[in-house]
């Protein structure tokens, strides 16, 4: 099976199933950067950007492109432990960077 055929199979066995806490980080960055995982950039940028990620919407604009936000909170929780209104946490994304994310509970 090709690499293009699993991912395939990992996105139809995550539509039917929706419990982020069950799902490997491996498919949840699947899920969370559906427009695809972008390539590592130079590590050139030292400044660290801030990202503002509202929980209570579908999905969020990061610098490469857009990613589910319910999947990212999942593994956001994994990797940083913050997943309450206010919590900012760093963490290295797939393009190589890292980021300050900024939970805020609603969109306003």
Not at 72 to 84: P, S, V
């Amino acid at each position: 099976m090709n690499v293009l055929t699993n991912k395939r199979k990992i996105k139809e066995e995550m539509n039917s199933q929706k419990d982020w806490s069950t799902m490997t980080d491996k498919e949840l960055s699947i899920a969370a950067f559906g427009e695809g995982i972008p390539p590592g950039s130079s590590k050139e940028e030292e400044e660290c950007k801030t990202i503002i990620i509202y929980m209570d919407s579908d999905e969020t604009q990061m610098p490469f492109g857009i990613v589910k936000t319910e999947p990212f909170l999942e593994l956001f929780w994994r990797k940083t432990g913050a997943d309450c209104d206010g919590e900012t946490e760093e963490i290295e994304l797939p393009d190589g960077n890292t980021y300050m994310i900024r939970l805020v509970e609603h969109c306003e």
